[in-house]
């Protein structure tokens, strides 16, 4: 028979532990520091009093806290995760770095920081986000030393979010001009006829043949050609500042409509890239000379595999496309319900992410065949590497399609809304670590409106530099730098700080906790991704760290031609170090915070706070799951604080 006796409020329950004291000092035990009685109807919770430690504060009322959003259905967090991951970074910048690392050598240091640091990492991440149930600051209660790994993970996704709007700010101006019939970057174009016709080489410095696809990007895009280098910005581009209010607009009525109406997107811009870009590989393979573009794709260049620059650029692109690190999958994961199966999301999430970067390198590769073999140079010379590969090779691709209009129109469509996607992950992770951490914003309509209003248009106003006449040089800085040496340090420390500071060990048990129905082979699975964690993973990260520093001032940073001066490099290191700086900053105030010598202010600062494991009672089916134990039929009534609830271990002498 349950108890029926309300509670006694918090300012009457020193009359109620005095008055019950008496009654339960016949008939009580002591098990782990927690009053068991016997045969007493109605006990009042007591602990028992410690010396070294305070009374514990009452726990606020559930009442007080504006209850977490979860993801209306069962397969949204997977398919938001799909559509997270696989965004702009899959199409522009994947095949992009495979061009620039000398085709298919860039595929094995891709594939091995894949499986050994990408996939245990996405786990990780996950699995903390969604046990947690709290945003990239807020879940470092888990370690409070750690908690400068959160306030990293927001700084490099600021960045992130600063150059990726201009992306589709980019992709906006594409779009508008897809409607121009003849394309404005096709060889039917008046304006271009002169470019086809005399094979000219416009305003390019090295000398060789423009397409007219190139100069439609670098003179009428960009504007490169009016700018002498990162010194020189120039003034700003207004039909791209347009396009980048646009773009932030739309991101700031999706941030209003929360995860459970954007979870329905991504029924479709999940699905819909892959039509598109079958279509392109279909047309691709059809052009003369696509077979020696797929050949320089896939035929590996091993004396690239000494460069540091090549396996800096997997790790990135690895972190850049999974999203870790950045705090965006950490934030989606809270929202998720406990009992999720996180090791099978992770899989299908890692797999079908990279397969599809594979998959749409073929589509660019086999365009880049047929355009060397119809200027009868290299496909290596064929384009200009950088970001706008993806605006160079596609667009002409699209021109030779029949109805390329059409074409056009769906092309850049489908960059529009893998970019969308992207970004909202990447807000998403900025905006839960700030109402977790300000969860009365969260109640208040007008005040997160508000807030997602300055957020956006801050954002807006710092990127307006990128869309300068030299913009670009500052966002290939930007780029090159946000997602280097700074997040790989971050994800190192995350990783050791689960693997030895929370434990290992807790950890798996953690994720088997929150998979009711583990299967056997998630148990297997598990021990691969426990031993990744405690040594591959930890090892790669580290030869890679020591590797790009070593290679780092050795190697320059260019956009096509042009080089990088001193001062700009060291503005990029100055950018990475920012964001893993704050590891230290934030350890520092954690141990200041504790008493006692040094060792025992970094034992309390590693020790989960008492909070931790109460956060995962958001869901509403695991809050009656674990608090029903507390009232336990006669003849025993059992008092056990969330921390027995956790590990629900019974000591067989209670009875005694």
Not at 282 to 295: F, N
Not at 423 to 446: S, W
Request: glycine share 10%; charged share 10%; net charge neutral.
């Amino acid at each position: 028979m349950q108890d029926q006796e309300p509670k006694a409020a918090p300012g009457n329950s020193v009359e109620a532990n005095a008055t019950s004291r008496q009654v339960r000092a016949e008939h009580s035990v002591h098990l782990n520091g927690h009053t068991v009685a016997h045969n007493v109807p109605n006990p009042t919770p007591t602990p028992t009093p410690q010396s070294e430690s305070p009374a514990p504060t009452p726990a606020p009322a559930p009442d007080a806290l504006v209850p977490r959003e979860q993801w209306g259905g069962k397969y949204e967090f997977l398919l938001s995760c799909i559509g997270y991951c696989v965004g702009l970074g899959n199409v522009w910048r994947f095949p992009y770095l495979c061009y620039r690392n000398g085709g298919g050598v860039f595929l094995i240091p891709y594939f091995i920081m894949l499986f050994f640091t990408g996939v245990p990492l996405f786990l990780m991440e996950l699995s903390l986000g969604q046990y947690g149930a709290a945003g990239p600051i807020t879940v470092w209660k888990c370690c409070p030393l750690l908690k400068g790994i959160g306030i990293g993970m927001l700084c490099v996704s600021t960045l992130v979010c600063l150059y990726y709007n201009v992306i589709i700010a980019w992709t906006f101006y594409y779009l508008g001009s897809s409607f121009q019939s003849p394309l404005p970057w096709s060889c039917d174009a008046v304006a271009n006829f002169a470019l086809c016709g005399k094979n000219t080489t416009g305003n390019s410095s090295s000398g060789r043949n423009l397409s007219p696809t190139e100069v439609f990007w670098n003179e009428r895009v960009l504007g490169v050609v009016n700018s002498k280098g990162l010194h020189d910005p120039g003034p700003v581009r207004w039909p791209l500042a347009l396009c980048l209010l646009a773009a932030w607009i739309i991101i700031f009525l999706c941030m209003l409509k929360g995860i459970r109406s954007s979870g329905k997107v991504v029924y479709v811009t999940a699905t819909f890239p892959y039509f598109v870009l079958i279509v392109l590989i279909i047309r691709g393979a059809t052009l003369e000379g696509s077979l020696q573009g797929v050949a320089f794709y896939l035929t590996p260049d091993w004396d690239r595999l000494a460069s540091a620059q090549v396996w800096n650029d997997a790790a990135s692109q690895i972190f850049y496309s999974l999203g870790i690190g950045v705090g965006g999958l950490l934030s989606m994961a809270s929202y998720n319900k406990f009992d999720n199966n996180v090791i099978r999301d992770t899989l299908i999430i890692t797999i079908g992410n990279c397969s599809t970067s594979f998959f749409a390198g073929f589509a660019i590769f086999s365009i880049l065949g047929h355009m060397a073999w119809r200027k009868g140079v290299p496909v290596g010379k064929v384009a200009d590497t950088g970001p706008g590969l993806a605006f160079v090779a596609y667009p002409e691709a699209l021109a030779l399609l029949p109805g390329s209009v059409f074409w056009s129109i769906l092309f850049f469509l489908m960059l529009f809304m893998l970019g969308i996607d992207t970004l909202f992950g990447n807000m998403e992770g900025i905006t839960t670590a700030v109402l977790d951490e300000f969860p009365q914003l969260r109640g208040n309509m007008k005040q997160k409106s508000l807030f997602l209003g300055v957020l956006c248009f801050g954002f807006y106003l710092m990127g307006l530099l990128l869309i300068t006449d030299g913009g670009i040089y500052w966002f290939t800085l930007i780029d090159s730098f946000s997602t280097s040496f700074g997040l790989i340090i971050i994800t190192l420390f995350m990783c050791i700080g689960i693997s030895f500071f929370y434990g290992v060990n807790q950890f798996c048990q953690d994720i088997l906790d929150m998979i009711c129905h583990c299967p056997p082979w998630c148990s297997k699975v598990l021990l691969y991704f426990k031993a990744c964690w405690v040594f591959i993973t930890p090892f790669l990260l580290l030869f890679i760290l020591t590797y790009i520093f070593i290679e780092m001032y050795n190697t320059s940073l260019h956009y096509g031609d042009y080089v990088f001066p001193r001062w700009g490099k060291a503005l990029g290191v100055c950018m990475g170090a920012t964001c893993c700086l704050q590891i230290l900053i934030w350890a520092t105030v954690a141990i200041s915070r504790e008493t006692g010598t040094l060792k025992d202010r970094f034992q309390k600062s590693i020790r989960p706070l008492n909070s931790w494991r109460a956060n995962n009672l958001n869901s509403t089916g695991r809050v009656e799951e674990r608090v029903e134990p507390e009232r336990v039929e006669a003849p025993f009534t059992v008092t056990l604080t969330d921390m027995d609830f956790t590990a629900m271990t019974w000591d067989a002498g209670s009875e005694a």
